[in-house]
């Protein structure tokens, strides 16, 4: 007898469910997309023991008929597609048609569905993948899913679940991320024992983010808009024979992209605040995520990043979102297309925005690895030790978060002569929320009749008005004051210059005018082996920047010409710091991320000092050219050149408004 068999259908969908049901989470994510699907506009979540015990989904869709309903537990049976053609124009989330019978085959499964028109509707039961009850019922209009007992056939699989407020935290991150891409629709999702989120339809987005990250967030992002015509991309056209009769300039389509960005003020420390769909579709993608990274290069520190809300629409045609099982990553036709034209818009728009930084803001502002912004899913105290968010890839949803709850105190001493603690008949003591936001308790978002609006009516601060500035003089020979109509400014001279020479580097390297001085003896300077590995790699860049350096032995450098304005212990230092990357960066980064950094680190070795008396003359002359700069808010390293301190803000700390 044959060794090979064909697997039963049970054990079929408990493989598929592998792949596509990882936690209670992905439970979540796939009925939440089958809800949007079904044009419902509103949609609410419950959960027990962070979705072990139930998970249930109720909308108000178009719902199934009888025959449907018991249909959609077949595996691959779906509504959405018809050929293979259909796969290349994807526009609905779901599509596989796994989602219902891999999550039927490991859980206990309710669904009561009624079509819109039908006057009865269905009840459908099943355990472990198989039906046990199946009838005719009074339902309201739209569809009830009830997953119980998550993975109760498959106790390896649940061993594996993380605690619960670990996998709460998780399906509040899916919900919130949907409920940013739907403004329109109406989002709950409660607990046990309260609602952690309710979020009523929005009339844009900008209204949705200020309905759950509040204003404090809202007023430091940046809108964001932009359109390009694929037929820009430079793709060859189809050949005559190939064409659609009749059409001889078919239409390629259009990548949009809308959102916000976050100004440079705002940062974290790790990429979960990064929310971006491509066609409504959650995902996740390093090469769009690369491109965020160089928008914000040279504008925030390298080891911080941005809060990023983006959307991307383009023809179903140019992107292929059947590549993972949970749909979750997608594959762009274009793909350099796409990246380029991200990173060039988000990098347009915080130029035009030219934003400023608040002086009394800028005290408690510092990057940190927050919740990402996410809804807090309220602790108990009798909850598992175990942070709210656990650290995961770097693409996942949730970050680590210290459980800042402190302990909490006995309300009697018990008596020392007794092991047992004393009964007292006294409510539990729950500690106050670490929340992340000024709520209290649950989040009730948007039940005022008049809320407030999306966008502050306060003036929006930038750094426009920098060449009005008159110089008052010197802080320390460290900081520049400096006043104009609209309040008081203290500029860091350093790195006021740094980003002067910068964009000065960048421009004269462009066009082939960079100066450079030449040493009337050679500076010899001793590097490592992996060091001169470096230096080829980057010889021809340092060239172009000015300098003039060959090999002078197996580890010697012999440095005959430098840019103008570096020199002696500078000019080693400088050399040091662009040798001194990691070797597993140098392989990954590209030519325009290594000129940037050349760059950087010849501006900053060659600008003004700290602790460096300046002239008048000099003062105002750095004030006016850094106006004049395309990025006054930050050096090349991310710190902040200027911060204001507004007329309104000396008003209020005098208390005279």
Known sequence: MGRIRILSDQVANQIAAGEVVERPASVVKELLENSLDADASRIRIDVEAGGRKLIRITDNGCGMVKDDALLAFERHATSKLRSSDDLLSITTLGFRGEALPSIASVSRLKLETRATGVATGTLVEIAGGSIIHFEDAGVPPGTVIEVRDLFFNTPARRKFLRSEQTELSQIAAMVTHYALANPTKHFELHSASHALLTAPGARNTAERLFQIFGADTAALMIPVAAEMDFARSGLPE???????????????????????????????????????????????????LHA???????IIPPTSYPVVLLFLEMPPEEVDVNVHPAKTEVRFRQPSFVHDFIRDTVRAALTSARPAASFAAALTNSPHASSSLLIDVNPLPDGPESPVFQPREAYTFGTTLDDPRPPIQPVSEPDPASNA?????????????????????????????NPSPAVSNDEPQTLNAL?????????????????????????????????????????DREVE??????????LLIDLLPAQMVAFATIAEELDRNGFEAEPFGPRTLAIKAAPVGLEGRELERMLEEVLAVPEREQQTENSETRRRRIAASIACHAAIKVNM???PAKIDWLLQELAKTEHPTSCPHGRPIALKYTHKDIQKAFQRI
């Open 238 to 288: 189809l050949p005559p024979w190939k064409r659609p009769l009749g059409d001889e300039t078919p239409d390629f389509g259009h990548l949009r992209i809308t959102g916000f960005v976050s100004k440079p003020e705002l940062q974290k420390l790790n990429r979960n605040s990064i929310y971006l769909f491509v066609n409504h579709r959650l995902i996740r993608d390093r090469l769009v």
């Open 292 to 298: 965020f990274t160089e928008a914000y290069r040279n």
């Open 421 to 449: 603690e004393p009964f007292i008949l006294a409510p539990q003591l729950v500690p106050e929320s670490p929340g992340r936001f000024d709520f209290s308790g649950s989040i009730p978002v948007g039940y005022d009749e």
């Open 467 to 507: 060449a009005t500035l008159k110089p008052l003089g010197q802080l320390r020979d460290s900081f520049i004051l400096a006043v104009n109509e609209e309040g008081l400014w203290i500029v860091d001279q350093h790195v006021a210059h740094e980003r002067v020479l910068f964009e000065k580097i960048l421009r």
């Open 513 to 522: 005018a960079v100066q450079r001085q030449r040493l009337l003896m050679p």
């Open 613 to 615: 008396p300046l002239e």
